[in-house]
């Protein structure tokens, strides 16, 4: 009688370590997002701090930029002047001189347009968008455009990027909540609510903005894949 009451004993204490193995184990795969792989295990609330704070830089991306990029401004070409020489002079004076015109009707010159004056010339592109973008984040970026204009230009080996874009898609300063974040191995998706304000008809009106983020591992670095900036 006496070993049958040691033998439930200890089946007892087996059941009651195996119970809380169970829940130690459930806890911890809660806690990391259902990560598995030890490689890319992240905390839920790794997971929205992370959301929280790749959202203000993408903020900067786009409102500003030239706390993240190196920037300079567009020049406009300036007319050829001719140099005075020798060989000049000569020529000048062996060619017909034109009637001269009346100093009435004589018109200034007129400047050509620059095409990019609305936008910075970026020194490290590649640099910045390829440490924080994966390829298709960089597609979404690059296909970008606020009325009509888009947001980056490549051309003739230079990349141009507009200085500001409108109102509307300004975020800076407005409450961030970071809402449902799904952890799975190797990404992150995450719903992005920017509350933002308008001051009409003397009243403040509210509104609530709500944005999708993709964040992919890659080489141990979270990259953003998707985060479509324009509200339009």
Known sequence: MKKL??????????????LIGAVLYITQNKNQGYVKNSSD??????AVALANETTLKIIDIYEDP?????VEE?????PKIEEKTEENEEKNKEE???????????????????????????LNYDEVVKAMFTE???????????????????????????????EDNRYK???ITIGTTQVLKGSIASEITITTYKLEDDMLTYYAIVKNLSLVKKDDKWLVDGFYYNNK
């Open 96 to 122: 017909p001189k034109e009637e001269t015109e009346d100093p009435e009707k004589k018109t200034e010159p007129t400047e050509e347009p620059n095409e990019y004056e609305d936008y910075y010339v970026v």
């Open 66 to 70: 030239t706390s993240v990029f190196k």
């Open 173 to 175: 300063g407005n409450t």
């Open 136 to 166: 298709n984040g960089i597609k979404e970026l690059e296909e970008t455009t606020f009325d009509g204009k888009n947001f980056i230009i490549k051309d003739e080996g230079k990349v141009y990027l507009l200085k500001e874009i409108p």
């Open 5 to 18: 009451k040691n033998s439930t004993i200890l089946m007892i204490a087996g059941a009651v370590f195996v």
């Open 41 to 46: 295990v992240i905390s839920q609330d790794e």
């Open 74 to 78: 567009t020049k406009k070409e300036e």
